[in-house]
């Protein structure tokens, strides 16, 4: 019989079990329709953020005695709280729902910032909204935002077949990035003027409003049929997911989970403090014109989102979450080098600069979308929005407090070498921070060792079967545990269920 992929049939699975027994995953067009709504709606959330990130002369002159600055880390701190609440709402209306409710709060947080001068405003006059609404408006938008970052593990779980579920996450996890890029490119161009601000926070409301009709009108809750036999298994068992707390602390016993966790923040810290510093990281290889900062900020955005698309499809087809992101977190200690390191006999050196940073962001933001995948997979069948809004919490939190100790360490250089003229150098504080963070990230992750039990549970996809030999011996040979319980045709899924 043909049972819809609805939310009431799972919450009575257990009675239609019997009626699942014969239903073949499916995958259906509208996935890319949904995935591109949350990439979306986390693009504008981000690039509301750092909107004024590249011009805050005019911000701050309107309004004096306040800086823009501020503004970012009312944000960010409305987003850590907000993260706290995601678990449970999506788990008690829905995805459809809550997406529905988050675009409108976005969109009315950028009212909130624009006010509606643009349109009763004379020629004569430009006026923009009091502080205080512009405070409020960056409020709503910071406690929108968490829905569209922690919600990409379980639009790829309900949506997205087992090889294609880790570029699913990555468009939808990075693509804020993009906004950021956005931020830097129209915000630089736009916001150098009273008159100018106020047509861009009128941009950035308009284009919030499009994008929230678009969500009430085509933002759905599931497919008719799941897309992976991870999914199938997981609505035949039945379960509730527990409350946000319940599941923190089933995941933190549960093998495997602490390293993808560590892998994620130390991506999520890189990215953040070298955005925060790129004006200064470009200064150091000689570019010092904002519209050059902004050119090759928002490259560094886009070589995230690149990275994470062509990197996490490899992942995809190849389930090699440890190997590539051991790979990824070494690459990305080379790229570091030369954002803080300069021999005196070459100087400034603006190629090598560029290339480090988007090398960088190549390699160091896919770290983000894979360990989120990795982080679901070991944990399988848990809460899919729980083991991102954990993530995304440890990711902002290590991010604040490591913001302000870059920022001293940036002040402090460390020579090499000085005695020899041809190989005396030095190297900035923050950098050599974030590379021995990453280090020691790298030392930490070599000791995950822990079966992935949604791809056992995807054993049987037609994707996966295709793969073969090349999928089996793989893991195999990463984890002699896995292994074995997967070459074992005796083997159930159930068996694997916490």
């Not at 039945?238 to 130390?266: D, H, M, N, Q, Y």
């Not at 928002?298 to 992101?325: M, N």
């Not at 600069?353 to 894979?370: A, E, K, R």
Request: with cysteine; glycine share 8%; hydrophobic share 45%.
């Amino acid at each position: 019989p043909v049972i819809p992929f609805t939310q009431p049939t799972r919450r009575r699975n257990r009675q239609f079990r019997n009626d699942w027994e014969g239903v073949k995953p499916r995958i259906y067009f509208h996935r890319w329709i949904q995935l591109a709504y949350l990439s979306l709606l986390a693009l504008l959330s981000d690039w509301v953020c750092f909107s004024l990130a590249a011009a805050p002369e005019a911000f701050e002159e309107y309004y004096e005695g306040h800086s823009s600055s501020n503004l970012i880390d009312i944000f960010l701190f409305t987003n850590v709280a907000s993260s706290f609440l995601v678990t449970d709402v999506v788990a008690k209306y829905g995805m459809q729902r809550t997406m529905q409710f988050a675009s409108a709060l976005m969109s009315c947080g950028c009212w909130l910032r624009s006010g509606f001068g643009l349109l009763f405003d004379s020629p004569e006059i430009t006026t923009l909204v009091p502080y205080s609404c512009v405070v409020l408006g960056t409020v709503l938008v910071g406690a929108a935002q968490p829905f569209f970052q922690c919600t990409p593990p379980l639009l790829s779980a309900q949506w997205f077949a087992s090889d294609e579920r880790a570029t699913s996450t990555a468009i939808a996890l990075n693509f804020n990035q993009i906004g950021i890029a956005t931020a830097f490119l129209v915000g630089g161009c736009m916001a150098t003027s009273v008159e100018g601000l106020q047509k861009y926070n009128a941009l950035i409301a308009i284009l919030s409003t499009i994008l929230m009709i678009g969500t009430f009108c085509q933002f759905q809750e599931l497919p008719s049929f799941p897309p992976s036999t991870s999914e199938l298994e997981k609505l035949m068992d039945g379960k509730k997911e527990p409350p946000f707390f319940v599941s923190a602390r089933t995941f933190f016993t549960t093998p495997g989970f602490t390293r993808p966790l560590i892998a994620f923040i130390c991506s999520i810290a890189v990215t953040n403090i070298v955005g925060a510093f790129i004006g200064e990281i470009m200064a150091r290889g000689g570019i010092t014109k904002k519209f050059h900062v902004a050119i090759v900020g928002a490259a560094f955005e886009i070589a995230i989102v690149i990275g994470g698309i062509v990197i996490g499809g490899y992942v995809d087809r190849t389930k090699k979450y440890k190997r590539i992101t051991l790979i990824a977190l070494l690459i990305s200690i080379i790229f570091l080098i030369p954002l803080g390191f300069t021999n005196h006999a070459v100087g400034k050196s603006p190629v090598l600069l560029i290339t480090g940073l988007i090398g960088l962001g190549f390699m160091v933001g896919p770290i983000q979308p894979i360990n989120a995948e990795l982080a679901v997979d070991v944990t399988y069948p848990g809460d899919e929005t729980a083991v991102e809004s954990i993530q995304q919490i440890g990711g902002n939190l290590v991010s604040a407090l490591l913001v302000p100790i870059a920022e001293r360490a940036s002040r402090s250089d460390y020579n090499i070498l000085p005695s020899v003229s041809i190989l005396a150098s030095d190297m900035r504080g923050d950098i050599a921070l974030l590379m021995v963070l990453t280090l020691l990230t790298f030392f930490y992750y070599r000791g995950f060792n822990a079966p992935l039990r949604r791809t056992i549970a995807d054993r049987n996809d037609d994707e996966v079967r295709e793969q073969g030999v090349e999928m089996l011996s793989q893991v195999h040979s990463e984890d002699h545990e896995m292994g074995k319980l997967l070459l074992d045709n005796e083997v159930q899924p159930h068996d694997y269920h916490d």
